[in-house]
């Protein structure tokens, strides 16, 4: 018997300092909770190049801390032509993610890339950018990506028939 391949899954935003790096974040909690660390390749990636190296926005970082989950050590990595044929799975945080990422990746893979909150959730929401926001709003964000995640897992669980909708490892 082989073993399963693991689903690789890729979160996308602009600059992959707030909202992705919480998204991958987030993913892999979930994940861990639900005892299938070992089922997902997770990561996350930029748009743009501005903070290539750097850590996560630390307004992330502390709102991930919040609910018990560690992104410091995370650094920003800018998406690569590569990263299309690698990830079963591309998820952009809004429509200007999803427009771009659809023009850089090559026509094989636009069925791979979906807007997290749409798949995820069946709703045609965005992940707002809180660069230019508050703490109420990195929470906010928090809580949409967190809600997205939780269903993303039962959703693949549901796809591959494992046993992680009924929380069982």
Not at 64 to 77: E, K, L, P, T, W
Not at 111 to 129: N, S, T, Y
Request: with cysteine; hydrophobic share 45%.
């Amino acid at each position: 018997m082989t073993a399963k391949a693991r689903t690789a899954i890729l979160f996308v935003c602009l600059g992959n300092i707030c909202r992705s790096p919480l998204a991958e974040g987030v993913f892999r909690t979930v994940v861990s909770e639900r005892g299938l660390d070992g089922a997902f390749e997770i990561d996350s990636a930029a748009l743009g190049g501005w903070h290539v190296g750097e850590p996560p926005d630390s307004r992330s970082v502390a709102v991930a801390r919040r609910f018990g989950i560690d992104i410091s050590d995370q650094r920003v990595r800018l998406i690569m032509a590569g990263d299309f044929a690698r990830f079963d799975l591309i998820f952009g945080m809004d429509r200007a993610n999803m427009c771009r990422l659809r023009q850089l990746a090559p026509e094989a893979a636009h069925d791979r890339i979906h807007m997290l909150m749409a798949f995820a959730l069946g709703r045609e929401e965005e992940v707002p950018d809180p660069y230019y926001g508050d703490e109420a709003d990195f929470l906010a964000v928090y809580g949409r990506i967190r809600e997205a995640c939780e269903a993303l897992v039962e959703r693949l669980a549901a796809r591959d028939g494992s046993a992680a909708s009924s929380g069982q490892a």
